[in-house]
């Protein structure tokens, strides 16, 4: 991950219109794996492939908090 504090302004706006178009392919993959959970569950009951989908959700989580450092240092620039 990038030191967001490191950039100049132009980078950081840059940034966030990547972060922009990732947060909503995020939360597009994190409901379609939430949603391929429940159906496992109703379908199959609980197993390992049944909370596969979950787990695949962690990296897409995680990068949920990079989108909060970024948002932090914008509001600390006022941009």
Do not use: D
């Amino acid at each position: 991950m990038k030191e967001f504090t490191n950039l100049t302004n132009e980078e950081l706006l840059k940034e966030k219109e990547k972060i922009q178009y990732n947060k909503m392919v995020n939360a597009i993959i994190i409901g379609f794996c939430v949603g391929i959970f429940i159906f496992s569950t109703v379908k199959n009951g609980f197993g390992f492939f049944t909370f596969l989908p979950l787990l695949l959700t962690y990296p897409f989580i995680k990068n949920g908090k990079k989108i909060k450092v970024l948002a932090e240092e914008l509001k600390s620039r006022n941009l």
